[in-house]
């Protein structure tokens, strides 16, 4: 061993690529701060150098990670989508069909009466029409993956089962979140509403059944 090696203290590490981990920390901190810019100032009016800039990073860093702002923006949304589906498996749930449907209904329904997802919604409806980037990474990053999701769970034969012969399959997922969110106008309207009021739970709960009376053959037994 050479002296200079001698002299490095025991358990010194050299420097070398980052851990798995810190690169995932890093890359969730880049996105949280892409996703609170968007939300501050828009989608259009933030470039890419704002968002390195803020996130400490190099543009190149973004296109290498993300491919550009739209995949950027989906990866916000996908980020944000996780919370609701973590841990969460409705292509293997086993319990009653109801019991699963009120579960991901009430944890949705949550989501989107955040805060921060109504500014979101806001941000995309005031810039979709002038910028289709926008609108397509909002719906691929999230609403059509929620979707298909829903399908899959109806799909299920053991859950086909229990739907009304007549009701087409592709419609369902759509009139659940339907009968989840609805009246969104009312809340774009009057955010100043409280979301998560005891009425809004009541009203959450009626919408269920009336989804769950439109497409099962026994509402009451499932």
Known sequence: MSKAQSDIPAGAKSAGRP???????????LIEAAGCLFLRHGYTKVSLETVAREARVAVRTIYVKFGGKAGLLRAVLASRRERLFA????????????EIVDDFARDFYEMIVEPDAMAMQRVVIAEAVSNPELAEA????????????????FARPDIRSQ??????????????????????????????????SEEARRQLAARLELFYSSVLKNPQAS
């Open 19 to 29: 851990k798995a981990s810190e690169v995932e920390a890093r890359t969730q901190e």
């Open 138 to 153: 909002f719906y691929e990053g999230g609403p059509r993956l929620t979707r298909e999701t829903l399908y899959r769970f």
């Open 163 to 196: 739907l009304r012969d007549e009701v087409p399959l592709d419609l369902v997922p759509t009139h659940l979140i339907g009968c989840i969110c609805g009246d969104p106008i009312g809340r774009f309207l009057f955010p100043d509403a409280e979301p998560m």
């Open 87 to 98: 841990g969460r498996s409705m292509d293997a749930d086993t319990r009653p069909l109801r």
